[in-house]
């Protein structure tokens, strides 16, 4: 069933265009235009060894963030269908939510924001936009994607306003302000930051989460951290056992593992959607502008679903994420970046050619900044590499 285009959709023929001017393609809009754009850069290649929890010479079947990007766009693509959105703008900021994730997951993040922490911190979003607006360099007449104004308001934005209208840092900025390549971004170019994202972008950060909640218990479940059964402490996943025990009684753990994953998605995404409904029922917008006026969200889980979701996120935080084998692995994986950190910043003739240039320059925090980019770009793979490359021992992370 195809569901027309609902008034507050971003419309891609009233985009407000590109930082560096275009002429429109004949067969995609530029929304499309947008999304294969990120398809075909290099930072999107090499998510494909870019860790979600397990490194990636832990197994084959792992999510990767490569996969786990695909999985979001899946999601949130159902999602905008079913709400009459624009499918291309969606798949876009799906696709590209993690492009300035570091290697070794979060643990990489905590490292860069540590070693970057006197020069204004490290923090993903920020590093996403540098990736898709400086550090890619595929064309000729301009550095990074030149995207959209919709789809750089979307990587920003996508998890609520950085700021109020008077330009004060909220919510979980309001400690340390707006990331540095956000308030240096937006200098030039205003993405309205005390505003909320459009609903394609607020569907692609749901889809996030729901993929993250499903496919980190499947990855959970394959790697032998918990059981099946030990999600019963959730009422919601008790009930969907329950159910799946019923109709297959026979069924072998792992098929109960994927049984419950598919289900999981199909109930987030369904209770999504009829929330969805509800709020703009109420909040009745007329236009994509009339989502960024409101005061809340339009798109999120209702209040028993958000219980339930962060219910699942506690049981990952402790089974998952702060398992032993786990945590043992992400500390070495800090401890690489720490290291090549200090090198680069020690040594800088020890960075590639190409990063060289400027890396010597007299003030200290654009060497950091720079060689913080150097490393934001690395897959897990290279960072090892180049590990053993300058040190003489150097971890195996398992």
């Not at 922490?117 to 920020?126: K, Q, V, W």
């Not at 059981?227 to 402490?233: E, G, I, W, Y």
């Not at 910043?345 to 050619?353: E, F, Q, T």
Request: aromatic content about 8%; some cysteine.
């Amino acid at each position: 069933m195809t569901v027309p285009r609902a008034p507050y959709a971003c419309d891609p023929d009233r985009s407000r265009g590109r930082l560096v001017a275009e002429p429109p393609s004949r067969t995609r809009s530029p929304f499309r235009r947008d999304c294969d754009r990120v398809i075909h850069s290099t930072a999107f290649r090499r998510l494909k060894h870019k860790t979600q929890v397990f490194v990636f010479h832990e197994g084959d079947h792992y999510r990767t963030r490569l996969t786990h990007s695909l999985e979001v766009a899946q999601v949130a693509r159902a999602l905008a269908r079913q709400l009459g959105l624009d499918e291309d703008l969606t798949e876009t900021l799906a696709l590209a939510h993690d492009l300035g994730h570091p290697p070794f997951g979060h643990a990489g993040e905590r490292a860069l924001d540590d070693c970057l922490r006197a020069f204004g911190g490290f923090d993903h979003n920020a590093q996403t936009l540098r990736v898709v607006t400086a550090l890619e360099h595929r064309y000729p007449e301009f550095d990074g994607l030149n995207l959209t104004w919709e789809t750089l308001e979307g990587l920003v934005k996508h998890n609520g306003p950085l700021t109020d209208r008077h330009g004060v840092p909220v919510g979980r900025y309001r400690e340390h302000g707006v990331p540095v390549g956000v308030a240096d971004f937006v200098k030039t170019c205003d993405l309205e930051l005390w505003s909320f994202a459009s609903l394609e972008a607020q569907i692609a950060a749901i889809a996030d989460d729901i993929a993250y909640d499903a496919h980190d218990i499947d990855d959970g479940l394959r790697a032998g951290l918990f059981r099946v059964d030990d999600l019963k402490v959730i009422p919601l996943m008790a009930e969907m056992i329950a159910g799946i025990d019923t109709h297959y009684p026979t069924l072998d753990d792992d098929r109960r593992g994927a049984e419950l994953v598919r289900e999981l998605i199909s109930r987030l995404i369904g209770t999504v959607f009829a929330e969805a409904q509800a709020r703009l029922a109420v909040a009745r917008p007329q236009s994509a502008q009339d989502v960024r006026q409101q005061k809340q969200p339009l798109i999120g889980f209702s209040l028993a679903i958000a219980e339930e979701e962060a219910a699942i996120k506690t049981f990952l935080y402790d089974h998952m994420y702060r398992h032993n084998r786990v945590m043992r692995a992400m500390g070495e994986a800090e401890q690489i970046l720490f290291d090549l950190f200090s090198r680069y910043l020690k040594s800088p003739r020890d960075l590639p050619p190409e990063w060289l240039a400027g890396a010597e320059a007299d003030h200290e925090a654009d060497r950091a900044r720079r060689i913080g980019n150097f490393i934001a770009g690395m897959t897990d793979r290279f960072a090892l590499i180049e590990h053993q490359r300058l040190f003489d021992t150097t971890p195996d992370l398992r």
